[in-house]
């Protein structure tokens, strides 16, 4: 596609149920990442893709949290037993390999009531 | 630990008027710098990436400077517009393998007409 699509735009969920938002990249952008970003706060890092294989991890906040790619493409971020602090935007954006700007989607609003 | 912070005040200029914006970093060796443009309720846009040998680097009525002796980059709008009302994120980016990118919480430029 022309850009990087998130789906959905916004999510309501009751505090405990287990939530999954979807990424597709740019075609032919094999590195993908997802960025969390609080009301007035910064982006914080979640988690990178290069390919289907996750080198980096580190920024997942609990093991509530996974992600997973298929090849290439889509890309699935859960939360399980989903909190009220996890309520957020979640980006996603893809790059060419190497040091390029990003593409990002606009993002999922999730709101856990 | 590292550390990005940019202008905590938001920016509010008069038409055609310069903006000049901060982000100054510790405990980083960055080998690129970039800067995106966020609107309410979107994600970030890219927007200009410099690389530690490059002192300077233009597009249109943006300017970016790095200073990698300062720990610094400012990000300028020349003839400034009311559209270029939004908030300007910078990001860093690690010499690494992952080319994750770590970002600054953004300051807020108000251009009035």
Do not use: M
């Not at chain 1, 699509?5 to 916004?10: A, G, H, I, K, R």
């Not at chain 1, 505090?15 to 982006?43: F, M, N």
């Not at chain 1, 996890?86 to 190497?98: E, I, Q, R, T």
């Not at chain 1, 593409?103 to 999922?108: A, D, I, P, Q, V």
């Amino acid at each position: 596609g022309a850009g990087v699509s998130q789906s959905p735009s916004n999510k309501v969920t009751e505090k405990g149920k287990d939530v999954e938002l979807r990424c597709d990249p740019i075609s032919g952008h094999t590195a993908l990442y997802w960025y969390r970003q609080s009301l007035g706060q910064g982006l914080e890092f979640l988690i990178y893709f290069q390919g289907n294989s996750a080198p980096d991890k580190s920024g997942l906040p609990s093991d509530r949290f996974s992600a997973e790619r298929t090849g290439e493409s889509v890309s699935t971020l859960t939360i399980q037993r989903t909190q009220q602090e996890d309520s957020a935007v979640y980006l996603c954006a893809s790059s060419y390999p190497g040091r390029f700007g990003y593409t990002f989607g606009s993002g999922t609003r999730l709101t856990v009531v | 630990s590292q550390k990005i912070e940019q202008n905590s005040e938001a920016l509010n200029i008069q038409e055609g008027k310069t903006a000049t914006l901060t982000c100054n970093y510790t405990n980083y060796s960055p080998a690129y710098l970039q800067w995106y443009r966020q609107d309410p309720g979107r994600g970030p846009v890219f927007l200009l990436l410099i690389r530690e040998n490059e002192k300077e680097k233009r597009k249109e009525r943006l300017k970016v400077t790095f200073d990698t002796t300062l720990k610094q980059s400012l990000f300028h709008i020349t003839a400034s517009q009311p559209a270029d009302s939004a908030t300007y994120l910078c990001a860093l980016d690690i010499l690494s393998n992952d080319y994750k990118l770590s970002f600054g919480a953004g300051t807020t430029v108000t251009v009035r007409a």
